[in-house]
């Protein structure tokens, strides 16, 4: 019977995620795969080799990496310190939480124009944080079409602004789960606000912690839409694709048709992130508080 009730998720599940992994990965060892046609010369792993060579892909592979390694940290910190802040108040609690979460339920798209306004500088304007430089006697920057690390600094600002209210959200809420009779017989004691937060709030969200580290990773990884957002369609041309968009790109795009290419990377992207969530959930073992 539970074979029985579990049968239409598994027909689900088969459907529109084993199946379509395993043609993935048909299509990702099939050589020279002509698109009109529906044939191909053999299988092999040439399609590998051409993605991992590609100039673009490694363009794409950087980003992505930055993205990652700069946003999931700065993210979780901000998120830890300001649900912390949060935790700490009683009188308009609920105001300031719902202002924090308000970039999590606004279209990407909208939030992506306004950041072009306040950093794109055109003919006309300057934009706003060019305004702020110039009046702390700096120069302006051309964030948006300008140098490499001035796009790539919008694009990680303009992640965890993305993300970090889901995060707060998250983190408030492991803060007010923690059994309050911990912190009452520390300061009885006479514990100091750092070795209370170090020895009692850190180990007892630490599994709160992790699981918005893994997801960040995971979602990070996935990036395309913000970067779209900023930054146009053609991402090759801005320097600022990513994995996601370089798939996208081999199929649909305007050097697209090529499924086998796109596969190729979409399973490299794949191994890429089911090694790090491996080594993160081998990490929380060993540090997350059961």
Known sequence: MGWLYMLP????????????????LIYSVEENYNFASQVYSGYGLFNYSYVLHDTYFVQALKNTFIIVMITVPVSTGLALLISLGLSSISKLKSLYQTLYFLPYVTNTLAVGLV???????????????????????????????GPYWAKIMVMCIYTVWVVIPFKILILTSALASVNQD????????????????????????????FYLII??????????????????????????????????????????????????????LFAIVFTITIINLLISRKMVTQ
Not at 9 to 24: E, K, Q, R, S, T
Not at 184 to 200: M, N, P, Q, Y
């Open 215 to 268: 997801t960040g990773f995971i979602g990070a990884f996935k990036a395309y839409s913000d970067e779209v957002a900023l930054f146009g369609t053609d991402l090759n041309s801005a320097g600022m694709n990513t994995i996601v968009g370089y798939v996208y790109d081999m199929l649909y795009g305007n050097s697209g048709g090529y499924p086998s290419y796109a596969s190729a990377a979409a399973l490299i």
């Open 182 to 209: 911990y912190y009452k017989v520390a300061r009885v004691d006479g514990t100091s606000s750092l070795r209370i937060f170090c020895r009692i709030t850190l180990p007892m969200i630490s599994s709160t912690i």
């Open 115 to 145: 950041f072009m306004v306040l950093f794109k500088k055109t003919a006309y304007s300057d934009g706003l944080i060019n305004l702020l430089i110039k009046a702390f006697g700096g120069n302006a920057v051309d964030f948006i079409d």
């Open 9 to 24: 998720a598994l027909l689900f599940l088969g459907v529109f995620m084993v199946y379509p992994l395993i043609d993935v």
